[in-house]
């Protein structure tokens, strides 16, 4: 076997297995130590370089940057059990319903809130799921307008900062998690408008399929009304202020951000009265279980890296993407496509953990800014959420959906969405200020 094919089939082989269904941290893991074997067989290294892994291990153990992960899914699943995301939904969903698509711009509105609050996406669509959606059934909206922009409104998450991923990629590519923050901002912010603007027009061309709530839903008291969606929509405004501010200003690191956000999420719920024991297990419960999932993803992945850099994969890959027809432009067309395929099957932290360590080293080779591409790469990450069969939104919303909601409703549903979302991703590639901006 020549040893220019090692390193194509160790990356073909580790999808396989994943395909197949293959937990991806064992997949990458399997993979590295077989390859590891032939490695040594054919004189290309010895086991020594294995000895690099105990040492990478623990550097990832002791990153400081990830340890913002788990205090920013503590934030935003501490807000989900405490049901001070029931009480968003419940109130600005009274506040916009007497407009015609009310509804549907009250779930983008809160979709964008959360994201900001929490940057977990399971959290925000399953609260969505289960507020707005029997509500938006009662009063006659479109089933597949309903669950489209539910799903979507769920996975700004992903794009507006404190976004979990944007942590993940930051640490990735090897960029200021503060400055992803800052470029991811606007296009978070944009898409959630691009979002709007599609429930307005459904509304004004389509009024069947939103109508305004009747007359005998909406709220009689319209000063307590409003007294209520100034209490509380203000704590979590002034939570996401303190966090973000912090960061943007340079203050404190995004973990002491996620930290004080965790603490102050716990407040929240405390000054609400609703600090429980129960509350704080399952947050804690679920915080470990996702941590811990991106922690054996990483090693995995770290252990893949070192094998398939062994076999000089990474030159491999760096020569094929640089010599790609159109240079930068080629480097973007297939990076966005592998990504969003990968998306159809996988989920985002295994692609960020497979995908981008092989896409950076073609990118700084060709002069493309770092940051702006990892805020190309998260909104292109964030249709992974949508795109049937195996987006994550979807099923977070199918275990919550009333019967009379078909999972073919909720695929065709989010087909308008990932179009928008496509067309978010082409403004912010033609024009990179959308970036750049504040850099």
């Known amino acids: 076997m020549s040893e220019e094919v090692l390193a194509p089939l ?60 788990p205090f920013f899914i503590f934030m935003g ?27 549907t711009l009250a779930v983008v509105f809160v979709g964008a809130l959360l994201a900001a609050a929490t940057g977990v996406v399971g959290a925000s669509v399953v609260a969505m799921g289960l507020i707005s959606l029997p509500v938006m059934m009662r009063y006659g909206y479109d089933n597949k307008l309903s669950v489209g922009v539910i799903t979507a409104a769920g996975t700004l998450g992903q794009i507006i900062p404190p976004s979990v991923v944007l942590i993940v990629l930051a640490d990735q590519m090897g960029v200021s998690v503060g400055d992803l923050f800052v470029g991811a901002l606007v296009p978070g912010l944009m898409l959630a408008g691009l979002y709007a603007l599609y429930a307005v ?8 399929r ?10 009689a008291d319209i000063g307590a009304l409003l007294k209520r969606v100034v209490l509380v929509l203000l704590p979590p405004l002034v939570l996401i202020l303190l966090v973000l501010g912090s960061i943007f200003a340079g203050i404190a690191t995004p973990t002491e951000a996620g930290a004080l956000g965790a603490v102050g999420a716990m407040g929240l719920a405390a000054a609400n009265r609703r600090l429980t024991m129960k509350a704080v297990r399952e947050t804690m419960t679920a915080t470990t279980k996702l941590t811990s999932m991106v922690l054996f993803l990483l090693i995995g992945s770290t252990a893949f890296a070192l094998v398939f850099r062994g076999l000089n994969g990474d030159l491999w890959i760096e020569h094929l993407l640089t010599n790609l027809p159109g240079g930068v432009i080629g480097l973007l067309i297939v990076a966005n496509l ?22 950076v080293p073609a990118a700084m080779a060709l002069g493309v800014d770092l940051v702006w591409f990892g805020v190309m790469i998260g909104m292109n990450l964030q249709m992974s959420f949508l795109t049937p069969p195996f987006g994550f939104a979807l099923f977070y919303l199918r275990g919550v959906a009333p019967p009379e909601i078909s999972t073919a409703d909720i695929y065709r549903g989010a087909v308008p969405f990932i179009i928008i979302q496509m067309i978010g991703l082409l403004l912010i590639i033609l024009w990179p200020e959308l970036v750049t901006w504040g850099l």
Request: aromatic share 14%; proline share 7%.
């Open 210 to 219: 939103s109508p305004a709530l009747p007359r005998d839903a909406r709220p």
């Open 338 to 359: 592998a990504i969003f395929i990968l998306g159809f099957f996988i989920d985002f932290f295994e692609i960020a953990f497979i995908v981008i360590p092989l896409l």
């Open 77 to 103: 699943t501490m807000l989900e059990k405490s049901r001070l995301a029931d009480d968003l939904l419940t109130t600005i969903g009274q506040l916009f319903g007497p407009l015609r698509g009310g509804l």
């Open 201 to 208: 027009g459904v509304a004004v061309f389509q009024p069947s």
């Open 10 to 69: 160790m990356f073909v082989g580790a999808l396989l297995l994943i395909f197949s269904g293959f937990p991806v941290a064992f997949a990458l893991g399997g993979t590295a130590l077989a390859f590891a074997f032939v490695g040594v067989e054919m004189g290309l290294f010895d086991w020594p370089l294995l000895l690099a892994m105990p040492d990478r291990t623990f550097g990832i153990m002791s990153n400081f940057v990830l340890l913002a992960v």
